[in-house]
């Protein structure tokens, strides 16, 4: 390999996942030895792998530093408010059933601030990709203590070490209806991409979650050491057991990281079973919102820039209004 | 554009003004709605939900009003009109959300059947209290346009008006009902599919690659691209330059918001509607929007038997406000007169752009009810002194 290397002049090298990211974007913001960056590259790789059209592919992030994903990644991309990259996503899927929608964003943002959407889209088994980054702690905002927080870790707002329980997130997953479920750290680059893979071709409500180093503020306030402390940290402390009861997946301050996947299983999804029950309620007069989303064209008379047909839903009449007098 | 007919209920009806809210958007091509159960707005999302799924319309109902103002957004950056439904303490949980569909100039309509405050307040009684926070809800420097109508007809209308608004514009646009007008229950007339124009999204004819997102036109509104037709663009709550990328200077700031701003205040001139009646020669004129509008007639009648020369503002759209209108009115009359069901909101208004020129009387109510006419007649009688 190193030959190849020294053949090709660098200038004209293109980073094999620069296709996927905005590169006059580049250099991001995320700090030295961030795992952040790790989980964008795995991503980006079963991107890659998973052979889809990145046109249909919509990326949402919230706030904080994972929050800036959907910034960096070329794809359609929305980067919203502390904790509603869930519900935006929810906009986004039901306004164009086509997408494959990823919300990508952190662990204060996703089950903090957000953690009712994350139940709730879970439990209406929403068919999103959610790929929450763990680190621990708000990073973005100078290191307080999040709800994933381990007991006893120290953080800028608990520091005499925080008494709160965390999250255990794969638990919280399934139980509110996770269609898939996995945890892995950011050292697992190839089962990490692997399971993105899986996730992506999976329908429902996905769910991963990465545990990433921060080495800036949760390693320093811990004395924990660098970014790559906490990398050999995972290597000799991290447990692959697939399969696992997601009741024993807790992670206590500085204890072994249980790994794996832990739920792939088919559940309808919410459009599923939206549209099964509408089928069978209203039968013949039921009409979904098109997959190419409900947007009205004008009725014929000139096709839009991209030449496609108007959608279904206007060349129906208003016959099918009129049963349905209140 | 003609509207989509299979959204359009054509022919007479007997509905309350919530029900002609849902039937108003369903008519404007509104296809995703999402909402969370309020009184006394409930009825809108009830109207839309029996029937959405027969016209190629979602309808979720969501965990809370953030999460419905989020997921209109992320739905209109589909290209599919969007709408959420609520009232006072769902439109506060909103305001952060409706800040991010301002920033991100996202059409979408909010509306809002108003209750008394503040806070619970009183969940089934009218109020007209959220006039300043639909202006000012959300933090930092925006604009947004807001519509208040007086009647289940009009309910009707200035929802094809609003969604019109909304794409023309790109921002969040407000229909200030309330809770009288949403539970009167009146002839409304809707006309036929081919007798409605509604405004289509202005999507970009760039090909991907040469887009950006925030690139402005000479109105100042940038072109849309829908998620999933190939232009991987970006949008954000943050500051951003016109590629949509976030820029963290004082420039990028002076550039972003001021356009916000200055694309409804420069156009506010075509965007501004009210009905006049007697305005030349008139004593005291009127100033009045919503229920109140109608409930102010009776007022009016006594004060002009009287012997009071009264002219009548009605406010179709309250945001932005007719600020060259009242500045050029006021040297010509002894007074305005404001009733409103709060305790002065719209008056600042009409007392900033009347500027000293004229005396300008606020008739309070806190709500509950509407006025008592003769509150109003009397302010009009004391004014024209």
Redesign the interface.
């Known amino acids: 390999m190193s030959k190849v290397a020294e053949q090709i002049p660098t200038e004209e090298m293109e980073h094999p996942v620069a296709p996927y990211l905005?590169m006059?974007?580049i250099p991001h913001i995320w700090c030295p030895t961030c795992g952040i960056g790790t989980v964008v590259r795995c991503y980006a790789d079963a991107l890659e792998h998973s052979k889809i059209d990145?046109?249909?592919v919509?990326i949402?992030s919230g706030i904080g530093c994972t929050g800036r994903v959907?910034?960096y990644m070329?794809?359609?991309?929305?980067?919203?408010?502390h904790?509603?990259a869930?519900?935006?996503?929810?906009?986004?899927?039901?306004?164009?059933p086509?997408?494959l929608v990823t919300v990508f964003s952190g662990d204060g943002d996703l089950v903090g601030i957000g953690g009712?959407?994350f139940i709730?889209a879970a439990r209406r088994n929403l068919d999103i990709l959610v790929i929450l980054v763990n680190n621990f702690i708000y990073g973005m905002t100078g290191g307080q203590n999040a709800p994933t927080t381990p007991t006893t870790a120290r953080t800028s707002t608990m520091p005499f070490g925080n008494f709160e329980r965390p999250f255990n997130l794969p638990h919280l997953a399934e139980s509110c209806g996770a269609t898939y479920v996995a945890r892995w750290t950011s050292l697992h680059i190839r089962r990490l991409t692997k399971s993105f893979r899986e996730a992506i071709s999976r329908k429902g409500f996905r769910f991963v979650e990465v545990i990433a180093p921060c080495a800036t503020l949760y390693a320093r306030l811990n004395k924990l050491g660098t970014g790559f402390n906490l990398m050999r940290f995972y290597h000799d402390n991290a447990v692959i057991d697939h399969g696992a009861d997601t009741r024993d997946l807790d992670i206590s301050f500085q204890d072994r990281i249980i790994c794996g996947k832990f739920v792939d299983k088919e559940r309808p999804t919410y459009s599923e079973m939206?549209h099964e029950h509408?089928r069978n309620t209203?039968g013949d007069?039921?009409?979904?919102?098109?997959e190419?989303?409900?947007?009205?064209?004008?009725?014929g008379?000139k096709p839009?820039?991209?030449g496609k047909k108007p959608?279904?839903?206007?060349k129906?009449?208003?016959s099918?209004?009129?049963?349905?007098?209140? | 554009?003609?509207?989509?007919?299979?959204?359009?209920?054509?022919g007479q009806h007997y509905l309350d003004g919530d029900?002609a809210c849902g039937e108003g958007a369903?008519a404007a091509?509104c296809?995703?709605v999402?909402g969370y159960p309020i009184t006394p707005s409930t009825e809108v999302v009830?109207?839309i939900s029996?029937?959405f799924?027969?016209?190629?319309?979602?309808f979720?109902q969501?965990?809370?009003e953030?999460?419905?103002m989020?997921?209109?957004?992320?739905?209109?950056?589909?290209?599919?009109?969007?709408m959420t439904v609520t009232s006072g303490p769902g439109f506060s949980l909103m305001m952060?959300?409706i800040?991010?569909a301002a920033m991100?100039e996202t059409p979408c309509v909010i509306v809002n059947v108003q209750r008394g405050g503040p806070s619970t307040g009183l969940p089934t009684n009218v109020g007209q209290a959220d006039m300043m926070q639909a202006r000012w809800g959300s933090h930092g420097d925006y604009e947004i346009i807001a519509l208040s109508p007086q009647s289940p007809q009009e309910a009707f209308d200035v929802m094809i008006d609003a969604f019109n608004l909304s794409e023309i514009y790109r921002v969040p646009v407000m229909v200030m009902t309330d809770e009288c007008v949403g539970h009167m229950t009146e002839k409304v007339v809707i006309p036929k599919?081919e007798d409605i124009e509604?405004v289509?999204?202005k999507?970009?004819?760039k090909p991907p690659g040469e887009f950006w997102p925030y690139v402005a036109d000479r109105n100042m509104i940038p072109e849309f691209a829908?998620?999933?037709?190939?232009?991987?663009?970006?949008?954000?709550?943050?500051t951003h330059n016109e590629?949509g990328?976030?820029v963290m200077s004082a420039e990028c700031q002076q550039e972003c918001v001021t356009r916000l701003v200055d694309k409804i205040r420069l156009n506010a001139e075509d965007i501004v509607r009210f009905e006049e009646e007697d305005i030349d020669g008139a004593d005291v004129v009127l100033v009045t929007y919503g229920i109140t509008a109608r409930v102010a007639r009776r007022g009016i009648d006594i004060a002009r038997n009287k012997g009071v020369k009264v002219g009548v503002i009605r406010l179709i759209v309250v945001w932005p406000f007719p600020e060259r209108h009242i500045r050029e009115l006021a040297p010509k009359i002894k007074a305005f007169v404001v009733p409103e069901i709060n305790y002065g909101q719209i008056v600042l208004e009409v007392e900033r752009c009347a500027a000293g020129q004229t005396l300008t009387v606020l008739v309070p109510h806190m709500g509950g009810t509407v006025h008592d006419p003769e509150d109003i007649a009397n302010a009009i009688l004391e004014a024209a002194k």
């Open positions: 905005r006059d974007r990145l046109d249909k919509a949402v959907a910034g070329r794809l359609d991309a929305f980067h919203t408010t904790g509603r869930i519900p935006f996503a929810t906009g986004l899927k039901l306004g164009r086509e997408l009712n959407h709730h939206m509408y209203l007069k039921f009409v979904p919102l098109p190419e989303g409900g947007m009205i064209r004008d009725t008379e839009d820039s991209k959608a279904k839903s206007q129906r009449k208003a099918a209004s009129k049963s349905s007098r209140k | 554009m003609k509207t989509d007919p299979s959204g359009v209920l054509t029900h369903m091509g296809r995703f999402a009830e109207r029996r029937r799924p027969m016209m190629g319309g979602t979720i969501m965990e809370d953030m999460a419905s989020a997921a209109i957004i992320g739905a209109s950056w589909t290209g599919t009109k969007s952060e959300n800040g991010l991100m599919a509604i289509p999204r999507l970009t004819d829908r998620a999933g037709d190939g232009y991987r663009f970006h949008s954000t709550g943050l590629r990328y976030p």
